[in-house]
């Protein structure tokens, strides 16, 4: 650091009870978004199995 100049402080982090529940969130909705994703390729599959022409 040069003489006559003070220290910039940086941003304090967020809150580790708030970012752990940011992060439960974010799983959650992965959860949710896999378990969709999974039964719209079941009924995919299930539609080709039994209607071959559509």
């Keep these: 650091m040069m003489p006559g100049r003070s220290q ?5 982090p967020a809150a580790p009870a708030e970012s752990e529940v940011v992060l439960e969130c974010v799983l959650q909705l992965r959860r949710i978004g896999d378990k969709w994703n999974l039964r719209q390729k079941i009924l ?4 080709k199995l039994f209607c071959p022409e559509t």
Aim: proline share 11%; no cysteine; glycine share 0%.
């Design 8 to 12: 910039q402080k940086a941003a304090p």
């Design 44 to 47: 995919n599959l299930l539609t």
